[in-house]
T-cell receptor
Framework: DAMVIQNPRYQVTQFGKPVTLSCSQT?????MYWYQQKSSQAPKLLFH???????NEADTPDNFQSRRPNTSFCFLDIRSPGLGDAAMYLC??????????????FGPGTRLTVL | SQQGEEDPQALSIQEGENATMNCSYK?????LQWYRQNSGRGLVHLIL?????REKHSGRLRVTLDTSKKSSSLLITASRAADTASYFC?????????FGAGTILRVKS
C-alpha cells in the first residue's frame, strides 16, 4: 500500500545531543511537511518542501533543519534538542498543484523524548 | 493571525447520538479540511470542502462551510465508540494547512 513511513516511532535523546528523524513516502507526492505536535495541542507546521523548494515557517527555531535528498525521503534534524522540543513529530505529504493543496497524508509520527 | 477557534474543546456523548463540532477562522481561506486523530497516532483526512461549496457529505459525516461567517461545522451522525478521537479543522492557505486546537470527542457505549 502507498503510505508515509516514519522512523523511528520512538526516539529518546539527551539534552543537546543531535537527533535525526526520517520520513519516506511511496505516494510520489510533490509536497512534504514536518509538523510538531505537543500534548493536547494542534499540529504546528515547522517547514515544507514543494519539490526541492524549501519553505521555512517564520517561527521555526534555527535549531530545526530539514533535508529532502529526493522525492521519497525527508529528514528532520534537531541540532541541540532542549526539553521543550519533546513532542510528537509528524510527517505528511500532499500532491500539491494548481487545484489546491488537497488532502494531506500523515505518517504515524515519531515521539521524541529529551532527557 | 490565521488562527481561529474550535468548539467545543471536549464533547462526551452516548453511542448513537450525533456530534457537532465547530470551527471558525479569521482570514479568507482557499479550502477547509477536517482530520481525525486517534490517541498517539497520525492524522487521518476526513473531508475537504472548497471555498465555493456550502455542504459536503461522506458516509456519516456532514461538513458545512459558511464563508460569510468564516465558520465550518462537522456533524457525525449515529456515533459509534470507534469515533472516539480528536477532530481538527485545518484552514488551507496556499500550500500549507493551519490546524485548530481540535475537539476531543468521547463516545460512550
Amino acid at each position: 500500500d502507498a503510505m508515509v513511513i516514519q522512523n523511528p516511532r520512538y526516539q529518546v535523546t539527551q539534552f543537546g545531543k543531535p537527533v535525526t528523524l526520517s520520513c519516506s513516502q511511496t505516494l510520489n507526492h510533490n509536497v512534504m511537511y514536518w509538523y510538531q505536535q505537543k500534548s493536547s495541542q494542534a499540529p504546528k507546521l515547522l517547514f515544507h518542501y514543494y519539490d526541492k523548494d524549501f519553505n521555512n515557517e517564520a517561527d521555526t527555531p534555527d535549531n530545526f533543519q530539514s533535508r529532502r535528498p529526493n522525492t521519497s525521503f525527508c529528514f528532520l534534524d534537531i541540532r541541540s534538542p532542549g526539553l521543550g522540543d519533546a513532542a510528537m513529530y509528524l510527517c505528511a505529504t500532499s500532491r500539491g498543484g494548481l487545484a489546491g493543496l488537497g488532502e494531506q497524508f500523515f505518517g504515524p509520527g515519531t515521539r521524541l523524548t529529551v532527557l | 493571525s490565521q488562527q481561529g477557534e474550535e468548539d467545543p474543546q471536549a464533547l462526551s456523548i452516548q453511542e448513537g447520538e450525533n456530534a457537532t463540532m465547530n470551527c471558525s477562522y479569521k482570514t479568507s481561506i482557499n479550502n477547509l479540511q477536517w482530520y481525525r486523530q486517534n490517541s498517539g497516532r497520525g492524522l487521518v483526512h476526513l473531508i475537504l470542502i472548497r471555498s465555493n461549496e456550502r455542504e459536503k457529505h461522506s458516509g456519516r459525516l456532514r461538513v458545512t462551510l459558511d464563508t460569510s461567517k468564516k465558520s465550518s461545522s462537522l456533524l457525525i451522525t449515529a456515533s459509534r465508540a470507534a469515533d472516539t478521537a480528536s477532530y481538527f479543522c485545518a484552514r488551507e492557505y496556499g500550500n500549507k494547512l493551519v490546524f485548530g486546537a481540535g475537539t476531543i470527542l468521547r463516545v460512550k457505549s
